[in-house]
C-alpha cells in the first residue's frame, strides 16, 4: 500500500514538469509563426520534429559514437574513483598529498584541456574518452571520500571494540555506508560526462553528435543543431534515471543484509 502511495506521488509530481514543457513548446511554437521568424535564426519545434523524422538514422549513428565515448568514459572514472578514494582511506599520507591538487584541476576550463588531449591522443576515441574521465572522475571521488569522512564516530569505535581489521572495517561500514554519497557524486558526473564527450567532438573527429552540431552550425542548419542539444539532454535525463534506480536497488539490497 506505502509503495503503490509512493509511485502515485511519483507519477503527480512528474505531471506538472511534464505541463510546463508542454506550454513552453506550444508558446515557442506560437512565438516562431506569429514573427515569422526564420528557422536559420530560432527553428521551431515543428522543424525539429521534422529533422528527427528525416535524419533519423544520421542522428541514430552519432548518438552511438557519443554513447560509447560517455559510457567508456564514466566507467573508467568510476573504476579510478572507487580505487583512489579506497587507496586515500587506507593510506593518509596520499589524500593530504592529492586531494589539495586534485580541486586544482578542476579549476582549469573543459574547454582549455579539450584541444590539447587532441593533439596529444588524435582525433580518435582515446582524447574524448579521457576528457569524459577528467571531467567525471572528480565528482565521484570527492563524494565518496566525504560519505567515508562523515560516517560517525560511534560505528567506527563499536568496529574497533570488535577488534575488527581496518579491511574489515572498509567492507563491512566504510564502503557501504558511502554509496549513497558515491551515487550522488555518479549523477553530477553522468550530467557532466556528455558535455565533455560533445565539447571533445566539437574540436575534431569523424562522428558524433558533437560532430554533427559542428557542421550543422556552419550550413546554418539551426534544426540540427537544436536536435543534437534535446538528444545529449535526454541521454543525460536517461542516465540520471537509470543511476537512480541502480542506487535505490543497491541501497536496499545493502540494507536487508
Known amino acids: ?18 505541463v510546463t514543457l508542454f506550454i513552453l513548446i506550444l508558446v515557442w511554437e506560437l512565438t ?3 514573427l515569422k521568424i526564420p ?3 530560432i527553428p521551431s519545434p515543428s522543424d525539429i520534429l521534422i529533422e528527427f523524422k528525416e535524419d533519423w538514422q544520421i542522428l541514430l549513428m552519432h548518438s552511438k559514437v557519443t554513447l560509447i565515448e560517455t559510457i567508456l568514459g ?11 578514494g579506497t587507496l586515500m582511506d587506507f593510506v593518509t599520507i596520499i589524500k593530504k598529498s592529492l586531494y589539495p591538487l586534485m580541486y586544482v584541476t578542476q579549476m582549469i576550463p573543459t574547454i582549455t584541456i579539450a584541444p ?5 591522443f588524435g582525433f580518435g576515441i582515446k582524447s574524448k574518452v579521457l576528457l569524459v574521465v577528467l571531467t567525471c ?18 560505528f567506527l569505535n563499536m568496529f574497533r571494540l570488535m577488534k575488527s581489521s581496518r579491511l574489515k572495517t572498509f567492507i563491512h561500514l566504510k564502503f557501504p555506508m558511502a554509496l549513497g554519497d558515491f551515487f550522488t557524486g555518479l549523477k553530477i558526473s553522468s550530467t557532466y560526462a556528455f558535455i ?13 553528435l558533437g560532430v554533427y552540431m559542428v557542421r550543422a552550425k556552419s550550413s546554418y542548419a539551426l534544426d540540427k543543431v537544436f536536435a543534437c542539444t534535446i538528444l545529449v539532454v535526454l541521454f543525460s535525463l536517461i542516465f540520471v534515471g537509470a543511476i537512480n534506480i541502480l542506487r535505490d536497488i543497491v541501497i536496499r539490497s545493502n540494507h536487508e543484509h
Open 74 to 84: 564514466l566507467i573508467i572514472s568510476v573504476l579510478l574513483a572507487l580505487f583512489i
Open 1 to 18: 500500500m506505502k509503495s503503490l502511495k509512493t509511485i502515485d506521488k511519483k507519477i503527480k509530481n512528474g505531471i506538472y514538469p511534464l
Open 39 to 41: 528557422s536559420y535564426l
Open 116 to 120: 590539447l588531449l587532441v593533439i596529444w
Open 196 to 208: 565533455a564527450a560533445t565539447v571533445a567532438e566539437w574540436l575534431g573527429g569523424a562522428s558524433g
Open 32 to 34: 516562431i509563426d506569429m
Open 137 to 154: 572522475f572528480f565528482p565521484i571521488l570527492v563524494n565518496f571520500t566525504d560519505g567515508i569522512d562523515k560516517i560517525d564516530q560511534d
